[in-house]
């Protein structure tokens, strides 16, 4: 491996605006490629236009930046177009989108990177010189820092501190994978690797960016069009746990109180509340903050007021403290199940997926088969006859 480690960022994104120049400028010097797959899969086109792409120009915005600000020619713009989905979306649930940067990647590592995502340039730095020293990671993850309602809120609570969050202990987020000729992106939720013979990669050597003091800066809800999108986007989605989504991001979006102060977030019955952050931005976060004070970008800002009395109001701060040690034993006691059981479980069934020879399996009864397909697979799979059904129906996704 060369000394200064290859690394292709790849991006999904819709309607990426006002973060999308900021995050590409950041990561820029450090970048082997940057492949960026722009536009809706179906149960986002509420959010696209007809043909599947953003309502906000992001791809617009992409085009404009290869031109002017790519001299190296590290920028690849990718479309469902291009992928042979004549319809502008893309199939599946963002499985296809992701495998179309990793398909083109060409780097000896994979960052995988969202448009709200963010590092300090100097952990990236330190992210790279951590993977030259320790070629062997399979799998890089993260904690993060989750901007809520403004840059000076964090969310906070046992929805972040859950494994099912990004699926790894303590809300991880799998970010920064190794990359070889042959390798395959499996599945983004949670993101998987495998190699030519489909074997899992992921966890082989799974390291943790808490060694090495780098977090992941996530301003996720922080412009109100970020609580309406994301709220329709999850509402869309087969799953109980976002059930009425849009509707309790318009509450929050209304008003934070003391009634719904520790609801935050509200996914697998947790309680999630409000925290001031102290730190500091990264570099282009601060850039953006100025661009808008300035007038020179111009987007919509949540009202902040709510926020502040009820950060300043003392019975908040029992609850919250209340809150944490509820949540907190909760995480350990998942964590511990986790560690003693799911964990050996998972290896246990991986080695016998991997061992069992194919001949052996198609001879296996079908309901026996289904065993061998990992459940992620198998979601992508009832996902993409879906969306063909769509196609072939010709419906509009």
Known sequence: MSAQPRITFGMIVLNGEPF?????RAIYPFAHQIIVAEGASPRAAHAATPDGHSLDGTLQALYHFKAEED????LIIVTAEMCGHPNGFWPGEKDEQSRAYAERATGDWLWQI?????YHPADIARVAAFLRQHPDTSCLCFRAYHFWGGFDYLADGGLFWH???????WGRYRRVFRWQPGYRYDTHRPPTIVD????????RRMRLADAIGVRMYHYYMVFPHQFTGKGAYYQNQPWERERGRLQKNLDLLREVHLGNG?????????QNWLVRFTGQHPQPILDLRADI??????VEQRRTDDIERLLADPRYARMVQAAQRREY???????LIYLIWWRPRARLVQLIREQTPPALVRRLPPAVQRKFIPEHRRRYQEQLARYQRFIRSGETP
């Open 293 to 298: 004070a300035a007038g020179r970008v111009v």
């Open 71 to 74: 001299p190296d020619d590290k």
């Open 114 to 118: 969202d448009v709200d995502e963010f």
């Open 163 to 169: 494994r099912q969050f990004q699926g790894e202990p």
């Open 329 to 335: 034993l909760r995480a350990w006691r998942n964590h």
């Open 20 to 24: 999308l120049r900021y995050n590409l």
């Open 196 to 203: 030519e013979r489909g074997r899992d990669l992921t966890r």
């Open 262 to 270: 520790l609801r935050i977030m509200d996914q697998y019955g947790t």
